[in-house]
């Protein structure tokens, strides 16, 4: 009889799947703000997805889409099994869940999870980059994360974080 033949049960798969350090920014500017964050935070938490930590949360001028409300930003370092499209497809689930409609590209949402960094790993589809391919002018990113990671390296500049924050300026970023 071979290894797997036989009545022993096989033990989860997913002790076996290798976990990969994730980092997703999420953000609100539309009714509750802080609930909303808090909302996506559970949602997100599962067997296949492990918080690890959270940033402070930062009060945000909005960047491309002046005239809205400011938004509530985090971000969140993760551990997890799933691979982007998966972890992608997660995101878009929940987003819809909490309320999200999509309508003006930039415009007002009740939530936002993006996909920032999955590893060191480089990801150019149709629907999904990571890097996320703005995040290096994004202070809403950048300084949550830097509190998180300053030294983790951009997977493909191979900057450190802290020093792509040194790099942006323009935006109104307040820790709360």
């Known amino acids: 009889m071979g290894p797997f033949q036989g009545t022993q049960a096989l033990?989860?798969?997913?002790?076996?799947?290798?976990?990969?350090?994730?980092?997703?920014?999420?953000g609100s500017n539309l009714?509750?703000?802080a609930a909303n964050l808090a909302a996506a935070v559970e949602a997100l938490q599962s067997p296949d997805l492990t918080i690890l930590r959270a940033s402070s949360?930062?009060?945000t001028e909005p960047r491309d889409?002046?005239?809205?409300?400011?938004?509530l930003n985090q971000v969140l370092e993760a551990q997890t099994g799933l691979f982007p499209r998966q972890l992608?497809?997660?995101?878009?689930?929940?987003?819809?869940?909490?309320?999200?409609?999509?309508?003006i590209v930039k415009g007002p949402r009740v939530i936002d999870i993006d996909v920032v960094l999955f590893g060191?790993?480089?990801?150019?589809?149709?629907?999904?980059?990571?890097?996320?391919?703005?995040?290096?002018?994004?202070?809403?990113?950048?300084e949550p994360l830097a509190e998180l990671a300053p030294d983790l390296r951009h997977p493909q500049s191979r900057r450190a974080i802290r020093d792509l924050l040194?790099?942006?300026?323009?935006?109104?970023?307040?820790?709360l």
């Open 166 to 175: 040194a790099d942006v300026t323009a935006q109104i970023v307040r820790r």
């Open 31 to 33: 009714g509750d703000r």
């Open 120 to 142: 060191d790993s480089i990801v150019h589809t149709p629907d999904l980059e990571i890097p996320h391919p703005r995040m290096v002018q994004r202070r809403f990113v950048l």
């Open 65 to 71: 889409l002046p005239g809205q409300p400011w938004f």
């Open 88 to 103: 992608l497809a997660r995101t878009q689930k929940i987003e819809r869940e909490l309320g999200r409609k999509r309508g």
């Open 11 to 26: 033990p989860p798969l997913a002790k076996y799947a290798l976990l990969k350090t994730v980092y997703l920014s999420i």
């Open 57 to 59: 949360v930062y009060e």
